[in-house]
């Protein structure tokens, strides 16, 4: 959710017609001059803002005259104030009528799973945070206001009966405002009442951020999340994030005070919240809230970790994170070691201790490089998998290095028929979007380790169409594509379950043709930023329907050993180390998709595994409860337990307790709450995910929720990091009542996912001969060019002129020569519209035709009579200087003999009398740099004898050319290259020019053309 200014919030009032006092919005003192105020009126004048309390801290003045509110508006515009010991300017403030009410409510509304709370009080105004208990809530369901009920709250709610109608038409007006601006919550305090009419006299709107696409007129700014201006650091990561295609970045300064003062630096967003819990349990002070997720690019964490590594005096660096399921550990420590590398060299990380924690895709090459960072001198500290998540803040703040271990290698327990109608050996599953590609690989990789038939029956894309190859094993499955559906479903009516991978937009409408799809028992959706008010709406129609619904932002879901769906798992050694390939004791639901990989790792190491983990997505309203798949695993004979990772916000947590108390159940539930440390961080604060955040009755915090998990009989681990021995103390005492029976422990059917030849061919364990040979490598992580890679050839100051030496020659030039190169290619970019090259390109382009078409006509043209001659000249050139030096005459006899006219002697327009300034210049050039140019020296030789013949048969660039780059060792053959490389850049040129000036199609003149015809006559029989 966004905070909204109050003025730009009543802007969008007014839009619905609901009634708001006028006001003016003053950023500028010159503004004050030309506002103008009736001075029969009273005014009011509010800092603007995010300023929670503004009355209460004397940034809101009543009761003023025309002149006065101008005058305190110039007053408080600009000041500076201190909220929270964080120093704030007034740069906007608000001047808007005083209106006379004869009294004041409270009003709100807030977003919630089933529709949305109106909070109603006769009590308003300033203190209505002391008169709490005096709010009244009714919940308006899905489908709208039910007016009669409506009514009858109000009167409950001591509303005087003539008031009843007409603050229920205005409630209804505001709902409809409410949904229709995809608000999350709008508190009108006070709601003025004056006679019978009401007047929206302040106003607090949050709206989904999400939504934003769906509203042009959202053209202002949200407000950030606490009472004082984004910082510069938290303004550049919202940038960044902005610009990255796939994953995230976040940042939030906390400055707190004490010590030790912690930056962290976690991935994940379930992971990010615990890491922070654990700093301050153990009496850390988090200097900031971060996170990364989703596989974001190595240079957006390298930005991420240059803002975190430079946060003041710290202390310690935890650089944390899950068992990840897809994103490359790689990668994303290449940028944070990046980052780490900056802060060093700009002074920061001195004396600082970093903690490393992290698994997933590429784990030990991603471990092994941050352990390299010791040898640099770095004070760092590393850990795998086998430590537990939130350890290395104990070794960090409490010097713990010691922690408790698994007492066994648990075996797999006795298999029993499942019962969880969904995800499971039956699943026939069909995939929405082209993104869905991937993890239908990864679905693959299961079924190949299980030793199963694949499930995914095929793909939809509306942009394409055909088979998609999947590998299984050492197999290829062919996988066919469609563009709709239906299509889908008439080829393939088993298809029973769907996964959506598809973008926002599109994300509401084909959960919807999902769910009408009668087949569709099951539907999971991964996609993020879908508003809050289609998730809803999907999950109540889900609900309708007597189908689930998992989703959006839902990772996936795994049964061990039975059915994958996305790519929850991670990587095919994560399953393998997880024992994923069969089934274990415990079932697993978490918000948090990068913690699902944990909690199965946890599983497998401190009990006997996993039976079905479901990540249900970390979205503020997920169409499907943790009650939902409680249910289930109630009901399934092989779940025994159940891990539950919850978080702080909404009321899923509490409905999980509702339930086991409501009778004996025959599952154990075991419950982990992130957000303990919300109690001693600043208010306001985003967490990791969108339903992580407090209703307005304060209600849904972590220790609510423990508390009330407690009472209701379930296990609540104090952290994260109790949570690994209570999971083995459960499924001992199970193992102990008999409940659980240990059998033997299966081998996976295919222990070893076939390596592609690329791997093997790294580690040399196979040899294939190749097709060709090429000395530019380019199989790494950036090209590397007869040996030298180009990064470095960038970052030491060589130009192109060197890279086309080197690529030509296989050397770098010298200086001189590079300058040369230089020469040669601005000399000869362009040559005119005129010459053929040009004129086709022309043409071509005011055709229509694309560049890089238009660019390859006019390439054609290149030839013997158009630039083509270069590489002929420097051929006869170079003969001649071996075989007649010193005897012009006997060559040009054998030229004229064998050959015909010279290449490269002659032109058109030039002649001895009036020279070619670009052979002339780099003639000079040469001289001046002495260089050797043995073949050059013989053509001129060549041209002192032919312009005494005729004085236009001069040395012309392609035959000075042809011989300068001989002499420079380039090779004969690829010379005409040199020539292509300076005139395409003209031939763009030419491209642009006719698309700049909108040229239109070229046709040739008729008087241009020599009509060479006979007369016209009469055509004979046909015989």
Same mark, same amino acid.
């Given at each position: 959710?966004a905070?909204?200014? &109050?003025?730009f919030?009543?802007?969008?009032?007014?839009?619905?017609q609901?009634p708001?006092?006028a006001?003016?919005?003053v950023?500028?003192?010159?503004?004050?001059?030309e506002?103008e105020?009736?001075s +029969?009126?009273?005014?009011?004048?509010?800092?603007?803002?995010?300023?929670k309390?503004?009355?209460?801290?004397?940034?809101?003045?009543?009761k003023?005259?025309a002149?006065?509110?101008v005058?305190?508006?110039?007053k408080?515009?600009f000041?500076q104030?201190n909220?929270?010991?964080h120093p704030?300017?007034?740069?906007?403030?608000?001047?808007?009528?005083m209106?006379s009410t004869?009294?004041?409510y409270?009003l709100?509304?807030?977003s919630?799973?089933?529709?949305?709370?109106v909070?109603?009080?006769v009590?308003?105004?300033?203190e209505?945070?002391?008169?709490?208990d =005096?709010?009244?809530?009714?919940?308006? $369901?899905?489908d709208?206001?039910?007016?009669?009920?409506?009514k009858q709250?109000?009167?409950?709610?001591?509303v005087? &009966?003539?008031?009843? =109608?007409?603050l229920?038409d205005?409630i209804?007006?505001?709902?409809?405002?409410?949904?229709?601006?995809?608000?999350?919550?709008?508190?009108?305090?006070?709601l003025?009442?004056?006679?019978?009419?009401?007047?929206?006299m302040?106003?607090?709107?949050?709206v989904?951020?999400?939504?934003?696409?769906?509203h042009s007129d959202?053209?202002f +700014?949200?407000?950030s999340?606490?009472?004082?201006?984004l910082?510069?650091?938290?303004i550049?990561?919202?940038?960044?994030?902005?610009n990255?295609?796939?994953?995230?970045?976040?940042f939030?300064?906390?400055?707190?005070d004490?010590?030790?003062?912690?930056?962290i630096?976690?991935?994940?967003?379930?992971?990010?919240v615990f890491?922070?819990d654990?700093?301050?349990?153990?009496g850390?002070?988090?200097?900031?809230?971060t &996170?990364?997720s989703?596989? $974001?690019p190595?240079?957006?964490v390298?930005?991420?970790?240059?803002i975190?590594a430079?946060q003041?005096?710290?202390q310690?660096?935890?650089?944390?994170?899950?068992i990840?399921?897809?994103?490359?550990?790689k990668?994303?420590?290449?940028?944070?070691?990046?980052?780490?590398?900056?802060?060093?060299e700009?002074?920061h990380?001195? /004396?600082?201790?970093i903690?490393?924690?992290r698994?997933?895709?590429?784990?030990?090459?991603?471990?092994?490089?941050?352990?390299?960072l010791r040898?640099e001198?770095?004070?760092?500290y590393?850990?795998?998998?086998n430590?537990p998540l939130?350890?290395?803040a104990?070794?960090?703040?409490?010097?713990?290095i010691?922690?408790?271990?698994?007492?066994?290698i648990?075996?797999?327990?006795?298999?029993?028929?499942?019962?969880?109608?969904?995800?499971?050996?039956t699943?026939?599953?069909m995939?929405?979007?082209a993104?869905?590609?991937n993890?239908a690989?990864r679905?693959?990789?299961?079924?190949?380790l299980?030793g199963?038939?694949?499930?995914v029956v095929?793909?939809?894309?509306?942009?394409a169409? /055909?088979?998609?190859?999947?590998?299984?094993?050492?197999?290829t499955?062919?996988? $066919?594509t469609?563009?709709?559906?239906q299509?889908?479903?008439?080829g393939?009516?088993e298809?029973n379950?769907?996964l959506i991978?598809?973008n926002?937009?599109?994300?509401?409408?084909t959960a919807?043709?999902?769910?009408?799809?009668?087949?569709?028992?099951?539907?999971?959706?991964?996609?993020?930023?879908?508003?809050e008010?289609?998730a809803?709406?999907?999950?109540?129609i889900?609900r309708n329907?007597?189908?689930?619904f998992?989703?959006p932002?839902?990772?996936?879901?795994?049964?061990?050993?039975?059915?994958r769906?996305?790519?929850?798992?991670?990587?095919?050694?994560n399953?393998?180390k997880s024992?994923?390939?069969r089934?274990?004791s415990?079932?697993?639901?978490?918000? =948090?998709?990068?913690?699902?990989n944990?909690?199965?790792?946890?599983?497998?190491?401190w009990?006997?595994g996993?039976t079905?983990a479901?990540?249900?997505?970390?979205?503020?309203?997920?169409?499907?409860d943790?009650?939902?798949?409680?249910e289930?695993f109630?009901?399934d004979?092989?779940?025994h337990a159940?891990?539950?990772?919850?978080?702080?916000?909404?009321?899923?947590?509490?409905?999980?307790?509702?339930?086991?108390?409501?009778k004996?159940?025959?599952?154990k539930?075991?419950?982990?709450?992130?957000?303990?440390s919300?109690?001693k961080?600043?208010k306001?604060?985003?967490?990791?995910?969108?339903g992580?955040?407090?209703?307005?009755?304060g209600?849904?915090?972590?220790?609510?929720k423990?508390?009330?998990l407690?009472?209701?009989?379930?296990?609540?681990?104090?952290?994260?990091?109790?949570l690994g021995?209570?999971? &083995?103390d459960?499924?001992l005492?199970?193992?102990?009542?008999?409940?659980?029976?240990?059998?033997?422990?299966p081998?996976?059917?295919?222990?070893?996912?076939?390596?592609?030849i690329e791997?093997l061919?790294?580690?040399?364990?196979?040899?294939?001969?190749?097709l060709?040979?090429? +000395?530019t490598?380019?199989?790494?992580?950036?090209?590397?060019?007869?040996?030298?890679?180009?990064?470095?050839l960038v970052?030491?100051g060589?130009?192109i002129?060197?890279?086309?030496g080197l690529?030509?020659?296989?050397?770098l030039p010298?200086?001189?020569?590079?300058?040369?190169?230089?020469?040669l290619?601005?000399?000869?970019v362009?040559?005119?519209?005129?010459?053929s /090259?040009a004129l086709?390109?022309i043409?071509?382009?005011?055709?229509?035709i694309?560049?890089?078409?238009s660019?390859?006509?006019g390439?054609?043209?290149?030839?013997?009579r158009?630039g083509?001659?270069?590489t002929d000249?420097?051929?006869?050139?170079?003969?001649?200087?071996?075989?007649?030096?010193?005897d012009?005459?006997?060559?040009?006899?054998y030229?004229?003999?064998?050959?015909?006219?010279?290449?490269?002697?002659?032109h058109?327009?030039? =002649?001895?009398?009036?020279?070619?300034?670009?052979v002339?210049s780099?003639?000079q050039?040469?001289?001046?740099?002495?260089?050797?140019?043995?073949?050059?020296?013989?053509?001129?030789e060549?041209?002192?004898?032919?312009?005494a013949?005729k004085d236009n048969?001069i040395l012309?660039v392609?035959g000075?050319?042809g011989?300068?780059?001989r002499d420079?060792?380039?090779?004969?053959?690829?010379l005409?290259?040199?020539?292509?490389?300076a005139r395409?850049?003209g031939?763009c040129?030419h491209?642009v020019?006719?698309?700049k000036n909108?040229?239109?199609l070229?046709?040739?003149?008729e008087w241009l053309v020599h009509?060479?015809r006979?007369?016209?006559r009469?055509?004979? $029989?046909?015989k």
């Open positions: 959710m905070k909204v200014a &109050e003025y919030g009543k802007k969008l009032l007014r839009k619905y609901i708001v006092p006001n003016w919005l950023t500028e003192k010159a503004q004050l001059d506002i105020l009736n +029969n009126r009273e005014y009011v004048v509010k800092a603007h803002g995010n300023f309390g503004r009355g209460k801290l004397g940034l809101v003045k009543v003023l005259s002149k006065d509110a005058g305190e508006a110039k408080m515009l000041h104030i909220i929270n010991s704030v300017i007034i740069s906007e403030v608000l001047i808007e009528e209106v004869q009294k004041e409270y709100a509304l807030q919630v799973r089933e529709g949305t709370d909070l109603f009080s009590k308003g105004g300033i209505i945070e002391e008169n709490w =005096s709010v009244n809530t009714i919940t308006i $369901p899905i709208g206001v039910n007016d009669s009920a409506l709250f109000l009167k409950k709610a001591s005087p &009966e003539k008031e009843i =109608s007409n229920s205005f209804k007006k505001l709902y409809e405002s409410f949904t229709g601006e995809d608000a999350t919550y709008l508190e009108i305090n006070p003025g009442i004056i006679k019978d009419s009401f007047v929206g302040d106003a607090v709107l949050m989904d951020e999400d939504a934003q696409y769906k959202w053209t +700014n949200f407000l999340d606490f009472a004082r201006p910082t510069d650091e938290e550049h990561i919202k940038t960044v994030n902005s990255l295609t796939k994953g995230t970045v976040k939030t300064v906390l400055n707190l004490g010590k030790p003062k912690v930056a630096l976690p991935a994940g967003g379930g992971a990010s890491y922070t654990a700093v301050v349990q153990l850390g002070v988090p200097l900031n809230y &996170e990364y989703g596989d $974001p190595a240079d957006a390298f930005e991420l970790t240059k975190v430079a003041p005096d710290i310690h660096l935890i650089v944390g994170g899950a990840a399921n897809f994103t490359d550990v990668a994303t420590f290449t940028g944070i070691i990046k980052g780490l590398h900056w802060a060093r700009q002074g990380l001195n /004396g600082v201790k903690w490393v924690r698994g997933g895709p590429n784990e030990m090459a991603g471990l092994d490089m941050m352990r390299a040898e001198g770095f004070d760092i590393v850990y795998d998998r430590t939130t350890a290395i104990n070794m960090a703040l409490d010097g713990k010691e922690f408790q271990k698994p007492k066994a648990y075996p797999a327990p006795l298999r029993r028929e499942r019962s969880l109608p969904f995800c499971n050996k699943s026939k599953i995939i929405y979007g993104q869905g590609l993890p690989r679905m693959a990789e299961f079924s190949y299980s199963m038939p694949y499930n095929c793909l939809v894309d509306p942009n169409s /055909g088979n998609e190859t999947i590998p299984y094993g050492a197999e499955i062919l996988m $066919p469609y563009k709709t559906a299509e889908a479903i008439d393939h009516p298809i379950e769907a991978y598809v926002r937009k599109a994300a509401y409408g919807i043709e999902a769910l009408n799809l009668p087949q569709i028992r099951f539907i999971s959706m991964i996609t993020e930023g879908v508003p008010i289609d809803k709406k999907l999950l109540h889900a329907k007597g189908k689930i998992n989703g932002s839902a990772i996936g879901m795994f049964s061990a050993g039975e059915c769906m996305g790519v929850a798992g991670g990587s095919y050694d399953l393998i024992r994923l390939y089934p274990g415990f079932g697993v639901l978490t918000k =948090s998709g990068g913690l699902l944990e909690i199965m790792w946890m599983l497998s190491q009990a006997d996993t079905t479901i990540g249900i997505g970390g979205d503020s309203f997920p169409g499907s943790y009650v939902t798949y409680l289930f109630e009901n004979p092989q779940t159940v891990v539950i990772i919850g978080e702080m916000g909404g009321n899923l947590e509490e409905g999980v307790a509702e339930w086991y108390s409501a004996q159940r025959r599952i539930v075991i419950a982990a709450i992130a957000g303990i919300q109690e961080l600043p306001g604060l985003k967490f990791g995910h969108a992580a955040k407090l209703d307005a009755s209600r849904g915090t972590t220790r609510y423990m508390d009330l407690k009472k209701a009989g379930i296990i609540v681990a104090p952290t994260f990091g109790d021995p209570i999971i &083995e459960v499924y005492k199970l193992v102990k009542e008999g409940k659980i029976v240990q059998d033997v422990e081998k996976p059917a295919n222990a070893e996912l076939p390596k592609p791997d061919i790294k580690t040399k364990s196979v040899v294939i001969p190749s060709f040979t090429c +000395n490598f380019n199989k790494g992580d950036e090209p590397v060019y007869y040996g030298y890679r180009a990064a470095d970052e030491k060589y130009g002129e060197h890279v086309i690529q030509l020659t296989g050397r010298s200086p001189a020569e590079a300058q040369l190169i230089k020469r290619i601005i000399l000869t362009d040559n005119g519209p005129c010459v /090259g086709a390109t043409i071509a382009s005011c055709a229509g694309p560049l890089a078409q660019v390859a006509a390439l054609i043209m290149i030839g013997p158009f083509g001659a270069v000249a420097a051929k006869y050139f170079e003969y001649g200087y071996k075989n007649y030096s010193g012009v005459p006997a060559f040009l006899e030229m004229k003999r064998e050959v015909g006219p010279v290449p490269g002697i002659g058109r327009k030039f =002649s001895k009398k009036s020279p070619d300034l670009r002339q780099t003639i050039f040469i001289r001046k740099n002495e260089l050797n140019a043995p073949i050059l020296n013989f053509a001129l060549i041209e002192k004898a032919t312009v013949k048969l012309n392609d000075m050319m011989a300068v780059l420079l060792g380039f090779d004969i053959e690829g005409n290259g040199f020539f292509i490389i395409t850049i031939l040129g491209w020019d006719q698309k909108n040229s239109r070229l046709r040739l003149f009509w060479g006979k007369d016209v009469d055509v004979p $029989p046909l």
